[in-house]
């Protein structure tokens, strides 16, 4: 595996691939892999001839008062598990090269889906990742990119994005990777200590008794289910997911919301494609997660 530490470095080597006819992959990360990452890796060397995948800690996305001293670093390690997964380059830039002095440009989505969800309590989130993944997307030129649908928002905005700037890149999203309780693995998860991952997993319970509901064409009770028997209510699986999250003391909810799959805007009623997604703290880490209806 090559480790490029530079544009110009991580240029040569994929101008030198595509010439050859070989069709690159590229995985944006932060680091600190999980196997939810190492899925990403699989599936992009099983599609591409060649995977480069960046490890990059990227400043823009974090907002004041957010955890990008302490974001977990550990690229040795990150490199080990990339070459057992068959990757073929890592892209390791300092923050200098991807954002010399003088740096001025942004790319900031200005529609609504970019306020909604993690958008309120994370003002700026999105136009750091838009941004760090155009240029990642204009350094490494991939024909496809990966990214997890535990990030549902993310992958949203992102779709959104290379449709919106006319990316020649097709985005494939792969689905989340889980911890045998049902946790959704995240870098962040290593800040919990034991009570709080116990606790933790009260996400994911939120999720299986709302989905049994969806299943069951949420025959609930609320006002809203029974004004359309035929479309699923948010208003019952939102009461469920709130009620099973709120039983565990160690959890604080920042938002749970049901919404448009694409547009990512509130919906009352959900069909196939749209998404309930939560933000819920764990003493002080906040996790995410989702699922589509
Ligand atoms: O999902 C992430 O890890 C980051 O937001 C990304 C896409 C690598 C951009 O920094």
């Known amino acids: 595996m090559i480790t490029a530490t530079t544009i110009e470095e991580a ?4 101008k030198k691939w595509k010439a050859e006819g070989l069709t690159v992959g590229l995985v944006p990360t932060m680091g600190a892999l999980h196997d939810g990452h190492a899925s990403l890796v699989t599936a992009a060397v099983s599609d591409c001839d060649r995977v480069v995948t960046s490890v990059f800690v990227n400043p823009t ?3 004041e008062g957010e955890d990008l001293e302490s974001y977990p670093r550990d690229f040795e390690r990150d490199c080990k598990i990339l070459e057992e997964k068959g990757c073929h380059m890592v892209f390791h830039p300092s923050v200098q090269e991807m954002y010399p002095d003088g740096y001025g440009t942004y790319v900031n989505l200005e529609s609504e889906m970019t306020k909604q969800l993690c958008g309120r309590s994370r003002p700026g989130h999105f136009r750091g990742v838009c941004t760090v993944v155009s240029k990642l997307f204009n350094i490494t030129t991939p024909d496809r990119a990966y990214f997890g649908q535990k990030d549902a928002q993310q992958l949203a905005v992102i779709r959104r994005m290379v449709k919106d700037m006319d990316f020649d890149i097709e985005i494939v999203g792969c689905p989340t990777v889980r911890e045998k309780d049902g946790l959704a693995k995240s870098s962040r998860n290593s800040y919990l200590n034991d009570e709080e991952r ?5 996400l994911y319970r939120s999720i299986e008794k709302a989905k049994e509901l969806a299943a069951a064409g949420a025959s609930g009770t609320s006002e809203a289910s029974a004004a359309d028997p035929h479309s699923i209510a948010a208003a019952d699986l939102l009461k469920t997911m709130t009620d099973v999250v709120s039983s565990e003391p160690m959890a604080r909810i920042d938002y749970i919301e049901a919404v448009d799959g694409h547009t990512l805007m509130p919906k009352e ?10 933000a819920v703290y764990i003493g002080d880490t906040r996790l995410i997660d989702n699922f589509t209806i």
């Open 11 to 14: 240029r040569k080597t994929i």
């Open 61 to 63: 996305q974090f907002g």
């Open 269 to 278: 009623y959900l069909a196939p494609g749209d998404l309930v997604a939560m």
């Open 198 to 202: 116990q606790a933790a997993a009260v």
